[in-house]
Nanobody, 118 residues
Framework: QVQLVESGGGLVQPGGSLRLSCAAS????????MGWYRQSPGKERELVAR???????NYADSVEGRFTISRDDAKNKVYLQMNSLKPEDTAVYYC????????????WGQGIQVTVSS
């Protein structure tokens, strides 16, 4: 089993920054894919950013150039640095992990609220 716990959300003004953290515990591969998704009311959950083996990353077009995903394998953590935040970034953000030995199983954190508003 895998447990994921997010932290770092909150309220920020447009143009501000936040850093989300996700601590993973349990049976985790160093080759696990980790990512951040978000969901706002009335919308489907969408991929924000993902990082896989070798530090390869991909981002949603809407956050490219503003958000940066990184990971610390020694600490089993993944981070999302969010800069130049916009009101449309407001959502519940979820940490995600997929182990290579069970690629169809997605593990999710409980979600954390990010609100961008003046």
């Amino acid at each position: 089993q895998v447990q994921l716990v997010e932290s770092g959300g909150g309220l920020v003004q447009p143009g501000g920054s936040l850093r989300l953290s996700c601590a993973a515990s349990g049976s985790i591969s160093r080759d696990a894919a980790m990512g951040w998704y978000r969901q706002s009311p009335g919308k489907e959950r969408e991929l924000v950013a993902r990082i896989v083996t070798g530090g390869i990353t991909n981002y949603a077009d809407s956050v490219e150039g503003r958000f940066t995903i990184s990971r610390d394998d020694a600490k089993n953590k993944v981070y999302l640095q969010m800069n130049s935040l916009k009101p449309e970034d407001t959502a519940v953000y979820y940490c995600n992990l997929v182990n290579p030995w069970h690629p169809v199983i997605n593990y999710w954190g409980q979600g954390i609220q990010v609100t961008v508003s003046s």
